[in-house]
């Protein structure tokens, strides 16, 4: 079965600096999708980023970006230049067809 | 485009009453998902249809639980009766199955208390 590990239940960043947000993955499968969703107090949730198996490029959105090592089976999350929007929790997701979650890690972000 | 649509955005009910939770999937979309959210057990998948149809309901947790799509654009979570372990976040999120990214949309959620 596959499942996806989020290790850091909570993170900390100073506004305009940068953090890395760590995920990894196990499954069998070569081809799939990957996401972080992004769930602020208001409990929405928001899609970030995704990116998908075959494409070796690592995506990007905005401040946004992804370290998607395939091998290692790891899906890291960048973001740049963080602002206090972007407290939150951040989820990262593993899909083919069905979406799992991982724990989830609570980011704050420090003026 | 007004998104996944969830009625009500907060239910709060007595243990042993039937709770019915509402949603509206995107316009054109054909998969429908249901989620639970709780502290203990973060976000589980329920059920899901495609093209209306139930294809995996393994994450149903009793029969206390039933889900219908009697159409494209509606579909229920239904609780019967309730318990207070019933009390969670309930999201339903759609999907264009086929589209380019194979990403879900969620709705706002249902905040559920059962006392």
């Known amino acids: 079965a596959q499942t996806v590990t989020q290790s850091q239940p909570e993170m900390s960043v100073q506004e305009a600096e940068t953090v890395t947000l760590s995920c990894t993955y196990d499954?069998?499968?070569?081809?799939?999708?990957l996401f972080w969703y992004k769930q602020p107090p208001s409990r929405q949730m928001i899609l970030v980023i995704r990116?998908?198996?075959?494409?070796?490029q690592n995506a990007t959105e905005n401040r946004f970006s992804v370290n998607f090592q395939k091998a290692a089976k790891s899906f890291s999350l960048k973001i740049s230049d963080s602002q206090l929007g972007d407290a939150a929790m951040y989820f990262c997701?593993?899909?083919?067809?069905?979406?799992?979650f991982g724990t989830g890690t609570r980011l704050q972000v420090f003026p | 485009d007004a998104g996944v649509i969830q009625s009500p955005r907060h239910e709060v009910t007595e243990m042993g009453q039937e709770v019915t939770l509402r949603c509206k999937p995107i316009?054109?979309?054909?998969?429908l998902f249901w989620y639970r959210q709780t502290m203990m057990r973060g976000l589980e998948l329920l059920i899901y249809?495609?093209?209306?149809?139930?294809?995996?309901d393994s994450g149903m947790p009793e029969d206390r639980f039933s889900a219908k799509m009697p159409n494209a654009s509606f579909s229920t979570l239904k609780i019967q009766p309730s318990e207070p372990r019933d009390s969670a976040v309930y999201f339903c999120?759609?999907?264009?199955?086929?589209?380019?990214?194979?990403?879900?949309?969620f709705g706002p959620g249902t905040r559920l208390t059962v006392l």
């Open positions: 999120a759609s999907r264009n199955q086929g589209g380019p990214y194979n990403e879900q949309f």
């Open positions: 499954t069998s499968e070569s081809d799939y999708y």
């Open positions: 990116q998908e198996a075959y494409k070796q």
């Open positions: 997701a593993y899909s083919r067809g069905q979406l799992i």
């Open positions: 316009s054109g979309h054909n998969s």
């Open positions: 249809f495609n093209n209306n149809v139930p294809i995996d």
